[in-house]
């Protein structure tokens, strides 16, 4: 298996713009992270998935953030509109389950809103 | 809270020891993990802890589980340059929740 697999790697919007990342889990893991970190607030929880159901959105900051996961090989995180201080990486992780195994992370998406 | 804290910077010699610190808030967490993230990389999980173990040692690292103050550590043996990263703790209830992490610098 090649990995969780994040794209874009780099993103770079303006203001006010539309930002959809994705993620591809491991095949076979149920649970799905998706983390944000920034140097002032380090590594967040936004919101995790077991078996395609969001259980824990509480992270997510504002109606501007959604994510969604269609099925069990993919997940998107959207930002609409982005602002600038919604820069920061993104990443997305998923485990076989949740809280009891490991969990693998993506490379992560460097969001950069200007 | 679901804080879990760490010191945010370590700098040791390289072939010291490091020993790295955490706090964690979540009493029913039945893992404990040690992550290290490398720049420009996504986080790597080096280590974990059952909640009912009060040690683990796999080469150079030991993980040491204080349950009743809820301090989880990580010492490094012998460390090296490359062993320079963020290491996070997180723990594992039911969400993987991490901490602040710590930057670990190691100098000749």
């Known amino acids: 298996d090649a990995g969780v697999i994040q794209s874009p790697r780099h993103e770079v919007t303006e203001m006010g713009q539309e930002v959809t990342l994705r993620c591809k889990p491991i095949?076979?893991?149920?649970?799905l992270f998706w983390y944000r970190q920034t140097m002032m607030r380090g590594l967040e929880l936004l919101i995790y998935?077991?078996?395609?159901?969001?259980?824990?959105d509480s992270g997510m900051p504002e109606d501007r953030f959604s994510a969604k996961m269609p099925n069990a090989s993919f997940s998107t995180l959207k930002i609409q509109p982005s602002e600038p201080r919604d820069s920061a990486v993104y990443f997305c992780?998923?485990?076989?389950?949740?809280?009891?195994?490991?969990?693998?992370f993506g490379q992560g998406t460097r969001l950069t809103v200007v | 809270g679901e804080d879990v804290e760490q010191s945010l910077f370590l700098s040791v010699r390289e072939g010291d020891s490091s020993v790295i610190n955490c706090t964690y808030t979540?009493?029913?967490?039945?893992?404990l993990y040690w992550y290290k993230q490398e720049p420009g990389a996504g986080l790597q999980l080096l280590t974990y802890?059952?909640?009912?173990?009060d040690m683990k040692q796999d080469q150079r690292l030991t993980v040491l589980l204080n349950k009743k103050d809820k301090h989880l550590s990580l010492r490094i043996a012998d460390t090296q340059t490359g062993d320079s990263a963020i290491y996070f703790c997180?723990?594992?209830?039911?969400?993987?929740?991490f901490g602040t992490g710590t930057r670990l610098q190691v100098f000749p």
């Open positions: 992780a998923s485990s076989f389950e949740q809280g009891r195994t490991e969990a693998f």
């Open positions: 095949s076979g893991h149920n649970s």
């Open positions: 998935f077991n078996n395609n159901v969001p259980i824990d």
């Open positions: 979540d009493s029913s967490s039945t893992y």
């Open positions: 802890i059952f909640s009912n173990m």
């Open positions: 997180a723990e594992a209830a039911n969400k993987l929740i």
